[in-house]
């Protein structure tokens, strides 16, 4: 066995300082399409120091100039003209290097040390790789010697399949790294609009004195996705919308929404907040998921005016397949704050537009002096737009304008569309705020360890109880906003989806 390396003599936390980069998976479509593109915007706005290093490493047998030449491509199929220039680019590329290297294989872990030299700079293991390899890769890299004091790994979700093999894969990366140095990313966590979603409730008396059961009727959150499986009917199949989905980005988004105010910005104090509000999730029983629970499977339909295959159609598919692309439900939050406020979540494939969006339902007026026939209209809502065009709205209602409208309302927007109110700032992309938040060593857009275990015990009585049940999901034709009884689900309340889009 290698010996360790000594320690790092440069902590992280200042961006000035060299760090070393480790992207296992470095040919994949995560690095390629977003994590290296990330890195070269973080370098082209001065926010790499002179000496920091990326090295790839993948299963496939390239060298240096060929993995250079294959991110130039990459870089030029999803950035704009405006977003290159040729002197970043030149000194971007000059930081590549690339090793081939199987995973599974501990002497292939030599590479990474021999890499490093004698540099004492931290290093950041970013795991562009399923999580069945997570504590492969660690184990692996502690043993070649080539792990110092300062290092930190990046973790991708879902970590783990269920409770127990998450538990597992954490156990597995927590044998090598202390939880400090572990940073799980929900890219969601790095947008804009969730950044302005604490300051918009913590910086802002007018909302924040009426974030509460006594002035909010309810909340609504929609992540929609256009398209279907791509190429990956697999893995999907396995993991389904609710793993894929709502343990990791739904969860995290209704977190943020209803935990109460943290004592201060640091990491586990944002973390402590979000960990009570997911201890504080209503149980979802058997009643309730007859109820409160609407799971589907996309059908043939149409995209776009084009036809498109069901998911049981999908290259590669089982046709017996029980596995959902899409989940609604309904939750409550069962602390004081909350109480009696419905949560209904909604997210699936295949559905009409790529729409990631939180909307908050205040409450109306208890005298209302208007036209009886627009009391539907008396309640302000605020929408907040996380894709695909990141902003907020606060509706609010106005006295039509005219002679002959009288004391007509009116709703409109109070809007905020963060690329027209900033039109020469450009909206970073998520995975450039969280890979520079890691190199400064704050965590507080990370997920940490008990986050992760509650989510999957709330998810669990859902896949569970599925699984025991053996129902198939209902059907929804693809280019619909999923099976009817997710609007019968929330109808019954009283309400409906909010679908000015």
Not at 45 to 70: N, P
Not at 201 to 207: M, Y
Request: net charge negative; proline share 6%.
């Amino acid at each position: 066995m290698s010996q360790p390396r000594s320690a790092s003599t440069e902590p992280f936390g200042d961006v000035s300082h060299a760090i070393d980069l480790a992207l296992f998976g470095a040919l994949g479509d995560l690095a390629q399409g977003k994590l290296l593109p990330a890195l070269y915007q973080l370098d082209r706005e001065a926010l790499l120091a002179a000496d920091t290093r990326i090295l790839g490493l993948s299963r496939h047998a390239h060298d240096t100039a060929s993995f250079r030449q294959l991110v130039a491509e990459a870089l030029d199929a999803r950035l704009t003209d405006d977003e290159q220039d040729a002197e970043s680019r030149t000194r971007f590329l000059r930081r590549l290097d690339y090793s081939p290297l199987e995973f599974t294989q501990a002497a292939d872990y030599a590479a990474v040390g021999d890499w490093r030299g004698t540099a004492t700079r931290p290093m950041v293991v970013y795991l562009s790789v399923g999580a069945r390899l997570y504590g492969d890769i660690c184990g692996y890299l502690q043993q070649s010697g080539s792990l110092g004091e300062h290092d930190r790994v990046v973790v991708e979700k879902p970590v783990g399949h269920d409770l127990a093999s998450s538990n597992a894969v954490n156990d597995a990366i927590g044998e090598v790294f202390p939880e400090k140095q572990i940073y799980r990313i929900d890219h969601y966590l790095g947008k804009e609009t969730v950044q302005n979603l604490i300051a918009l409730r913590f910086a802002n008396p007018l909302f924040g004195n009426q974030w509460n059961q006594n002035h909010i009727s309810h909340v609504e959150i929609t992540v929609a996705e256009k398209v279907g499986i791509e190429g990956r009917w697999g893995y999907f199949d396995d993991a389904g919308q609710l793993r894929d989905m709502v343990q990791n980005h739904l969860l995290q988004l209704l977190c943020l929404i209803a935990m109460d105010p943290p004592s201060n910005l640091d990491a586990d104090a944002i973390r402590d907040e979000k960990v009570k509000v997911l201890k504080a999730l209503k149980p979802l029983t058997p009643e309730a998921q007859e109820r409160d629970v609407v799971r589907g499977q996309y059908i043939a339909g149409t995209s776009d005016g084009q036809p498109v295959p069901g998911y049981l159609e999908e290259d590669g598919a089982n046709p017996q397949s029980h596995t959902e692309t899409f989940v609604a439900l309904k939750t409550e939050v069962a602390n004081w704050r909350w109480a009696g406020v419905p949560f209904y979540l909604r997210t699936g494939k295949r559905l009409p537009e790529k729409l990631s969006q939180i909307v908050i339902h205040f409450r109306q007026q208890p005298h209302y002096i208007f036209d009886p026939d627009q009391r539907s209209l008396a309640a302000n809502k605020l929408v907040i737009r996380l894709q695909p065009d990141e902003g907020i709205a606060l509706q609010v209602l106005t006295k039509d304008s005219g002679l002959d409208k009288g004391m007509r309302l009116r709703p409109g927007p109070l809007h905020l569309d963060f690329n027209n109110a900033y039109p020469k700032s450009r909206i970073p992309d998520a995975y450039e705020r969280l890979l520079l938040e890691v190199m400064k060593g704050r965590q507080y857009l990370f997920v940490r360890r008990d986050e992760v275990e509650y989510a999957w015990r709330w998810c669990e009585q859902l896949s569970e109880s599925w699984q025991a049940r053996s129902t198939p999901p209902r059907r929804y034709p693809a280019g619909s906003w999923g099976p009817v009884a997710s609007i019968a689900m929330i109808t019954q309340d009283g309400r409906s989806w909010y679908e000015d889009y």
